[in-house]
């Protein structure tokens, strides 16, 4: 049949890109919303633990500032801000399981948080001190992912292999909206389909991609993608912690009874530089960010609890020495992290002996002998 | 896209002894890693009931079922991305790439993904994937189904790169790799796939994959070949022979990293090198073979190792890939041009 | 919102792939179904000229007839029929405009006959003279593409040229099903959507790659992907030349009309092997090839004219001594043709002076100039 | 992804000279190129209004409008595919890749489709693309950001690869390889963007793109560098002339096809041959150079040419990037070698 009608697609472009398209618990307003199909997923989540999931998008903006601060200072190189982003990141994160394995893209620090990956292995890779920090098997996260969209085959792949050891953990991966142009991300969904893989499809669009805004990769919703792989999609407001918890717990619960794949589009934001190195005053506009600061993750919550009259004070005290205490930690890792030794150049570029790179290694160490008692 | 109606009937462990073509070596040393280990999965396209354009694979899916021998959507990158995915998972894949010139699309996550993972996670993660590629030329095919890019991948650090030249090798440096904890390119000469050889399935001693082999001992020039040109190779060295002059044969097995102690002690010996492949000159193995030795061995050296390759130019169309491929006569030409005999540059000034 | 609910996919997966679901004009009895879509479409195509397709596609199957015989005999080293496919092909073909631009794969003979490629030059590259034969400006038609999906981003980048040109012509662009899984043709749908590129992506869905089932590559219909990205999509009965002909002028009239991006999924079957070296007993069932071949695209024509009472002898003898001239030409043109020159394999590598391959080139002549006078 | 924040504020075409970053002096050769033929399109990642990440397209959007410098989806393949189509309509695409360890999912429609068009086409098709790619290290950035892949395009036939090292010849050679109806990888050593020189925007004459350029005459060794290590290789020719040494140095530019009369008649007066790259040295174009030049000239050789280069392994964290690059005391070091004067393999034995 004739899918679509004749049409001059850039008229209807504006429509498309309408932004409240999506599913909502919580608005910019924190107003809670009835949704029939969302509500039953969280209907477990008392405000005390809302409570904790705002702690922890605190403590995570929280740790956003420090390392931008410690970048200004050159004890980082580089630190990509997840500023906006933490609702999509702690709502997605807090509703695994503790089986469920997650391949994240660089930018998931929030998420890593949540895994209780330790503090200065969050800095290693932006401290230059390391490509990648900690063992994926004992978080149940792979280290970060630079190339964009290559982490997604490798969420079926371990997802295909979840299926094949007969257990019922899912795999969730992250990735942005620029990330869905990959060719990459397009196989991985064709894959997830084919094989039913136990795959949760995490999109954060943050409406960025660098520079590039989310219309120069997608022209209609990315979440409409999805289904024409089959794949079931949903859109959910990424700024509104609940509902991502909720639309997590759906696409999960699929993944944990064999149903296969979901795509989550989180409608987020970068309210950040892409990293610390990026203008965005360059490309995007004052009004547009502000636009997006009424509908931050965290102060919404603050609403929320606000209207409820349970913002005491004391949670807030708890709140704020939680993230005084994780932000004094963090500075301290980074500050003492220790320089990776010379040689170490050399290590695990193999498991099996490599004549001639050890050889490259011993000619190297020679070099090196022939400085000592100079200086 | 040539098929060979020769099946193995081995279903129980193969024992003992059998005359097999390599392709069918190949299918054996599959099996019996299946076998051995149940973290061995194969993936690749038409590798299932087709059993592969080489028919590879025939017969392993009704063996081992639906689950360890997977036909894939026809992507190459996804291909090898799931294989990292099952890697991180605990499994052992052997991804099957069609044909040389379909590696590309596939590029990516090898390079930057197969390759360096170990490294970027400080050896917490392995990738004992093996990424099978039949390869190189001389089969009259169409465009990209001749290609020899085994030196990209030799190029990549991290990554090893093998070819077998006979059935027993084949057998032995397939179960070798795919055993191999480290990522393994596995490049399979097609236009041998129907030599014969003799292949014992339980050989007392292997040489280690990353050794090379030296074939025939041989005292005046030492002939480096790996994969499809081996056997070129042994009949240059025979008709040498026949000519007076006695030719090193080494087969390379190993072209990452390369075995420079057999090469060099060789070189030591007849102070004269000859390296052939099919890839194109600049740029290839034999380019590197040539500097490491000259590096290693120059006080040794007699004359200049001479490349006997492919030309600098795309693999050519069927009719004219007799003049890309070094055969025997440019072989032999170059044996007389390191001796310093009358060869084809003789009157050749730079 | 939530697209889907939650369900098992492999239910559905039947359902999903019932080929019925398509748009036709001719069904395989030869009978006539109005469709108001698309009649308006094909209202131009008199019965004569519906003849004139019939005849394209009895030659375009003679062709096959013939090249497979040659095969056979040692003059070809391989060759990929078309047999089923001839609607897709002609109708698409016979819709074109001189001025748009065909990105084929490697099956479109029936295409490059429609453009009046030189017989000769359609068997060149199977023959293992050349890896490509013609001109892609004297046919505007490009070169067969090997590698799966690749053409389909040329397609795009062709067709953003045509439109910063000023002009209106359309690009077309054939591929499979198992194209639909490389990374390159979802990019290409992606960056086609983006730039409203006049590109027609013209799958055919001819049930197989090599031993490969459709289900394979798409857990849903193939058509269905190509909205998600905002391409419109039709999905059309690929052995009913007039319903491909009328759909193929759809979009085609909106690349034309600066409309975007069409995605037509033409089903279809591969009634041959794979290649001539395929052999598909091995794969499928001689039941669905039945199945199929009640459904072909050239004798539910002769029935359509049968019953309209004009498959007259002299439409019969006409078509026949046609087909019996395009064939003993091609015979001849195959048979007859040079061999490449040996220098040849150096010509053409790049067009500015290449030193290191000059002297491959001058080496090799004097190589070959040492067996001069030799027997 | 370190920024600049000078601009150069011509408009006009700009002639007679000015003294400029080597970045700024790419983007007056890609607005001169723009200016001179109205078929020259930039394509590439974060090129329009942020001017890429390093802002060498910075202001040529405002300039040329947004037909001719194009935002891309993230996707390096469908860069270079809508590269290739471009090409066929008679576009000269510029693309660009963000950094060089980001080129390999475009890998595919370079090695099988830019590089072999025109040779499948035999002739008929062109593809005058230019790829443009900052690469190489020392900048202290992350993975993937540091590499240097130029030997995989180097070892492939129907491309041209090349480096440019100093504002002049950014601004030439990039202008050069626009013009050409051949595909030209164009490898931008990014750790030197910043550095300054002088550019004549009309020179009277250029050395063509293809040939290497003597930066310095010597008569003891022959040192030969391209792209970001020529400005290392300088200081080592000066700290060896403080030592009494006599350095040859080249300044490659083009890495394929190398002008390898240059270097050889280099050779054939010093003896001695020294190479310099990044890149890993297994399969580098150092082994190419090494073994190309002891071919055409072993007997001018007194001593095995030797490789300074990065190691066999993936490009590593920033805090240990100085040990694999390359530096001023790693090519002395291989200097004194192949002088045979005491350094750091003195008593090494193979
Ligand atoms: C293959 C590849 N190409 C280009 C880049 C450079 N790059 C890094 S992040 C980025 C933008 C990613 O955007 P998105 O997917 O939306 O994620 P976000 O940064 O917004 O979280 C780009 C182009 C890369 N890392 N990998
Ligand atoms: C990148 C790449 N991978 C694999 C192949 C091998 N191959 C050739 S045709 C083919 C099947 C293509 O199927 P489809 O796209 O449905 O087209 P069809 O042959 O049915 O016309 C395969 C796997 C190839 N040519 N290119
Ligand atoms: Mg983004
Ligand atoms: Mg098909």
Known sequence: MLRTTVSNSSDSEVDLLDDRDYVQLIDAEGRRHANPTLDRWIADVSDDQLADLYEDMVVVRRIDVEATALQRQGELGLWPPLLGQEAAQIGSARALRDDDFIMPSYRENGVAYCRNVPLDDLVRVWRGHAHGSWDPTEYRMAIPAVIIGAQTLHAVGYGVGVRMDGADSAVITYFGDGATSQGDTNEAMIFAATYNAPVVFFCQNNHWAISEPVRLQAAKHISERAPGYGIPSIRVDGNDVLAVMAATRIALDRAHRGGGPTFIEAVTYRMGPHTTSDDPTRYRSAEELAEWKAKDPITRLEKYFEDKGIFTDELKARVKAKADSVAAEFRAGCKEMVEPETMSVFDFVQIEANPVLERQRAQYAAYLANFEGED | ?350
Chains 1, 3 share one sequence.
Not at chain 2, 156 to 165: E, I, P, Q
Not at chain 2, 201 to 226: C, K, N, Q
Not at chain 2, 288 to 316: H, Q
Request: proline content about 6%; hydrophobic content about 40%; overall charge negative.
């Open chain 2, 1 to 350: 896209m040539t098929t060979t109606t020769e099946t193995t009937n081995a279903t129980a462990t193969a024992t003992g002894t059998a005359t097999l073509t390599l392709a069918k070596s190949i299918t054996a040393g599959l099996r019996r890693s299946m076998q051995d280990d149940d973290k061995v999965i194969l993936l690749g396209e038409d590798i299932g009931k087709l059993g592969g354009v080489f028919r590879v694979t025939d017969g392993l899916q009704a063996e081992f079922g639906t689950d360890r021998v997977v036909d894939t959507p026809l992507a190459e990158s996804g291909i090898i991305g799931m294989s990292v995915g099952l890697a991180m998972r605990g499994y052992r894949p052997v991804a099957e790439i069609q044909f040389d010139g379909f590696i590309y699309p596939g590029f990516d996550q090898i390079v930057s993904q197969v390759a360096k993972l170990h490294y970027r996670s400080r050896g917490a993660v392995r990738m004992p994937i093996t990424i099978r590629v039949p390869f190189g030329g001389g089969i009259g095919s169409v465009e990209h189904h001749s290609e020899s890019p085994e030196a990209y991948f030799a190029h990549t650090a991290g990554l090893r790169v093998v070819s077998c030249s006979n059935p027993q090798d084949a057998y032995d440096m397939l179960r070798e790799a795919i055993a191999s904890d480290d990522p393994v390119m596995f490049f399979e000469p097609k236009r041998r796939y129907w030599s014969k050889g003799e292949v014992n399935f339980e050989p007392e001693e292997t040489l280690p994959l990353s050794r090379a082999r030296v074939v025939s001992p041989g005292s005046d020039v030492t002939l480096v070949a790996y994969g499809p040109l081996v056997a070129t190779a042994k009949d240059a060295v025979a008709a040498a022979a026949d000519d007076g002059v006695s030719i090193e044969l080494i087969d390379l097995r190993s072209i990452a990293p390369i075995d420079f102690d057999t090469v060099a002690a060789s070189v030591r010996k007849t102070g004269r090198l000859v390296i052939t492949h099919e890839a194109a000159q600049s740029g290839g193995i034999g380019g590197e073979i040539a500097a490491s030795i000259t590096e290693r061995s120059f006080n040794w050296l007699e004359a200049a190792p001479a490349r006997v390759t492919g030309f600098d130019t795309p693999y050519p169309p069927a009719a004219l890939e007799e003049h890309f491929l070094p055969d025997l006569d440019r072989i032999l030409d170059a044996v007389d041009r390191v001796l310093g005999r009358p060869n084809s540059l003789s009157d050749w000034e730079d």
